[in-house]
């Protein structure tokens, strides 16, 4: 999964204009985070954006498919070249891969309070 470093500075640029990123390598690609929460990732000079039953049509409209991964799909699917290029497309597609992230994590931290203690 290995990225240039020219595209890996392209897309942070392009994503810093959407608001506050970071990223971080990963298993030879890149994760990123918009406010803290992981949204994207960068794979073979690739950018996916997270997605879930809210926003997985978006993409399969635009013909995108999913990371695929050691044989697993991953819930990050490729992002059109003309939304990485457009301010505005780019502004509204991460904040949809965003409110993913925060669904998610919601669901996660349901699941653990949900979750019975162990009797000692």
Do not use: H
Not at 75 to 103: G, I, M, N, S, T
Request: with cysteine; aromatic share 10%; proline share 3%.
């Amino acid at each position: 999964m290995p990225v240039s470093e020219g595209y890996r500075e392209y897309v942070m640029g392009r994503l810093e204009r959407v608001g506050q990123v970071t990223a971080r390598n990963m298993f030879g690609g890149v994760g990123i985070y918009f406010e803290g929460l992981f949204c994207a990732l960068i794979a073979e000079n690739v950018l996916y954006f997270k997605v879930d039953d809210a926003n997985r049509l978006d993409y399969e409209v635009e013909g995108m498919g999913p990371f695929r991964s050691g044989g697993q799909t991953m819930q990050f699917y490729e992002v059109p070249e003309e939304v990485l290029d457009d301010d505005e497309k780019l502004r509204l597609w991460a904040d949809k891969a965003l409110d993913v992230a925060r669904r998610k994590l919601v669901e996660k931290r349901g699941k653990k309070k949900a979750r019975p203690k162990k009797k000692k």
